[in-house]
C-alpha cells in the first residue's frame, strides 16, 4: 500500500463497504417497517454515523455520555443514551437534554432511579423521556417484561412533571453467543416478544409507550417480521468483523474495517511471523472466532487488495502479534517492513486501541481522515 | 469516595504503594548489581517514569517511538526501544537520537535491517547503539543465543561508520504463564544465561558487548544472581494486578492502579450486579486470572478503604461489568449509584482504556492528576 500512513498500527476503514453495510440496514429497515437507530458506540465518529444515519442529524444510539456530548457538538440531534443511566449522571445528561433542538432519551431499570430523575427533571425544568429497560434473556440490563416494576418504574415517570415515559427498549445480546444464524430468529423473536409483552402491558395500564425498541446485528438481519417494534438498535454491522463472518452474519467481503500492520521479525524458531500490531492494537477479544476450534485475534490479509492469506494472529502481546506459520515460504514473501491487513475479531474493541483516527480509502486510495474519540 | 471524580469510569493511581513498589525495585538492582531500565509501557506517564527512575530523567525502556517522543519530550534522555526496529522508523528513530543529550538504543534480530541502519546512520550522519536482541525460549521477538547472526548482525553493526553495537538484550515473558512462584527461578536463570551466553559469544569474536539486558517482573523478583547481566526491564510492577498477585509475585496490597466504577444496575433474574467498568474500561483481558479455576476480569473491593469484597467481574460488556452475587444482601450493601473499586486483571491493558489520566491519591485524597497517552 502506497503511503496511507508513514507508520504502523493504523485503522483503516474502506468506504464503499462501509456504505453498502450502511444501505443494506437502513434499506432493511424501510422492508420491515421500524426506524434504524445505529449505534455509535462501534465507530465513535461523527463521520460514519453521518453515513449510517444516510446524511440526517439521527436518530443515533450511544453508549456513553461522552458519545452523546460529541454527538451533539457535531450536530446530531435525536440519541438514546441506551445504558442505564444514574443519579450521578443527571446533571451532564439534562444538560444535553436541554440544549435546542436536542431530543435525548434515557433509559432506566430501577425505581428509586425513577424517582430522583423525576425529581431532578422538575428541578432543573428540563423535559426529557426515559424508557424502561427490558431483560429478554441476556440477564444484563433490564427487567422480565412481567415484572410487576415495569409499571411502576412506568407510573412514575409518567406522571413526572418534566419526564415523559417514552417507551421499553431491549437488547437480544444473547445473539451473539449463536454459533450460526440458524438460531438467530428464534433469538430474534424472543427480543421481539419481551419488547412488545412489556409494552402490551404498560399499553393495558393506560401508559403510553411511544417507542419499542430493540436490537442487535444478528437479530435484526435475522428477525422474521418486527410487528409491534418501532425501532432497532445496531452498531456492528457498519464495520462487521472476523466473529459475526464466521457466526454466518455476514461475509468476509463485508468487513470494513482493519489494521495496516508491519512485519516485524520472523522467530524461525518458533515458526512465527511477529507483528507490530499486538493486543492494544487488536485488543485481547476472542470474541466468537475460530469456529473451527482455533480461536484467534483476526485474519492476516494482503496489504492492498485485503485478500486473506489464510494465516491468523494465534497469540499477542501489548506490541506484537504473533502469526503461525508452517511454510518457511513466508519469510521471503513478507520479510521484516513488509506490511499486511488484520482483519479484526470484534470490531468495536480493536477500534478501540487508541488510535485516534481512520484513515478512509476508497478502493485503496487515501480519501479522508476522520478522527474518532475513547474514553468517557 | 467523596468527589474524586465527578463520573466513571475512571483510573485511580495509589501514589504510596506505586512509590513503594519503585523502590523495592530500585533497591533489588542495586543488591543484585545491575541498573534498573523501567519499562514505560505499562504506564505511559512521564510521572509515573519519574517515580520509578527515582527522580532521575532515565534510564528508561519504551515500546513504540511515541513513547519515546513523549518521554523524551518530559526530558528522559536515556532510552532503550526494546522492540525490533523496522526501516520505515528510522527516520523517526534517527531523529530523536540526534537530539542534544538524548541516547536513544535500538534492537535488532534482522541481518538485512542492521545493514539498512547502518546505511541510514551513516546518511543521517546520526550516531545510534543497536542491540541485538535475543530468544530465551519464548520465541516472540529474538535469536537464540548460539544463532550463527547473532555474530553476523554483531559485526555488520559493529563496523557502521555511525552504528555501535550497544550488546544484548532478551526477555522472559514465559515467566508470566508461571503458575506460581516456584518455577520463576529457573525461568530467570534461562534468561540470564541466554543472554549471558549470547554475549559471550559476541566477546569471543572480539565484538563489543557493553550491555546485557534482561528482565521481566517476576524473573527479576525471583531471579538467584543475575552474575554478567548490566540491566534489567521490569514494567507491571510499578502498578502489579491480580495476575501478578495471584501467582504470587506480589500481595494483593502491593496494587497501585484500581478503576473506580459505579453500580448502574440489579439484574436480579440474573443475580448479578452491572457495573459501568466494561471491556474498554477493564480490556478483555482474562490473563492469569482465576487461578482457582473461574477466570475474570478483575476484584470488586471498597471504593474508599480498596478492601476486596469477595466479588469479581466475571463477563463484560463494551460498557457493561457482571458481578455474579450469591447474596440478595448486595442489592442493598451496593445500590445502584454505589461506587467501587476495581483491582484490575492487567494493569497495562486496563491503564489503556481511553482514560487520558490517572487521578493520584495519598490515603484516599485526591493530590494529583498525572496525564497519560496511547496510540503510536
Known amino acids: 500500500m502506497t ?39 462501534t465507530a465513535k465518529s461523527a463521520d460514519v454515523a453521518r453515513v449510517a444515519c444516510g446524511g440526517q442529524p439521527g436518530p443515533i444510539t450511544v453508549s456513553t455520555l461522552l458519545e452523546a456530548q460529541r454527538m451533539v457538538a457535531a450536530g446530531f440531534t435525536d440519541l438514546l443514551y441506551a445504558v442505564t443511566i444514574v443519579p450521578a449522571r443527571f446533571e451532564r445528561a439534562l444538560a444535553l437534554a436541554g440544549q435546542p433542538g436536542v431530543h435525548l432519551r434515557l433509559v432506566t ?27 429478554c434473556g441476556e440477564h444484563r ?6 415484572d410487576p416494576l415495569v409499571l411502576e418504574i412506568g407510573a412514575v415517570l409518567d406522571t413526572g412533571r418534566r419526564t415523559r415515559l417514552g417507551g421499553v427498549m431491549t437488547h437480544g445480546g444473547q445473539s451473539y453467543g449463536a454459533r450460526g444464524p440458524a438460531s438467530v430468529p428464534r433469538i430474534a423473536a424472543i427480543e421481539r416478544d419481551a419488547a412488545v409483552t412489556a409494552a402490551g402491558r404498560l399499553g393495558n395500564a393506560g401508559l403510553p409507550c411511544p417507542v419499542v425498541s430493540v436490537g442487535s446485528t444478528p437479530t435484526f438481519l435475522h428477525a422474521e417480521h418486527l410487528a409491534g417494534v418501532t425501532e432497532v438498535r445496531c452498531g456492528v454491522y457498519v464495520f462487521f468483523d472476523v466473529s459475526q463472518a464466521e457466526r454466518g452474519i455476514c461475509e468476509i467481503d463485508d ?89 479484526p475479531n470484534h470490531a468495536c474493541m480493536t477500534a478501540a486501541g487508541g488510535y485516534g483516527q481512520y484513515l478512509v480509502l476508497d478502493e485503496g486510495r487515501l ?10
Open 141 to 146: 440490563g433490564g427487567l422480565l417484561p412481567d
Open 255 to 343: 468487513l470494513a474495517l482493519s489494521v495496516l500492520s508491519t512485519v516485524i521479525g520472523h522467530n524461525r524458531a518458533g515458526a512465527r511471523l511477529l507483528l507490530d500490531a499486538g493486543g492494544l492494537a487488536l485488543s485481547k477479544d476472542l470474541g466468537a472466532s475460530g469456529a473451527g476450534g482455533h480461536p484467534h485475534y483476526g485474519l492476516v490479509c494482503h496489504a492492498e487488495t485485503l485478500e486473506p492469506l489464510g494465516l491468523v494472529v494465534d497469540t499477542v502481546y501489548q506490541e506484537h502479534g504473533c502469526v503461525p506459520v508452517a511454510d518457511p515460504a513466508w519469510y521471503e514473501r513478507l520479510p521484516v517492513g513488509a506490511r499486511v491487513r488484520i482483519l
Open 109 to 135: 431499570d430501577s425505581l428509586p432511579v425513577a424517582h430522583q430523575l423525576v425529581e431532578a427533571t422538575s428541578a432543573a425544568g428540563t423535559d426529557i423521556d426515559c424508557l424502561v429497560e427490558i431483560d
Open 3 to 41: 503511503p496511507v500512513c508513514a507508520d504502523t498500527p493504523c485503522l483503516i476503514l474502506d468506504r464503499l463497504r462501509l456504505q453498502a453495510n450502511c444501505r443494506r440496514f437502513l434499506e432493511r429497515a424501510d422492508q420491515l417497517g421500524v426506524t434504524l437507530r445505529p449505534h455509535v458506540k
Open 367 to 376: 480519501v479522508a481522515r476522520w478522527p474518532r474519540f475513547d474514553g468517557w
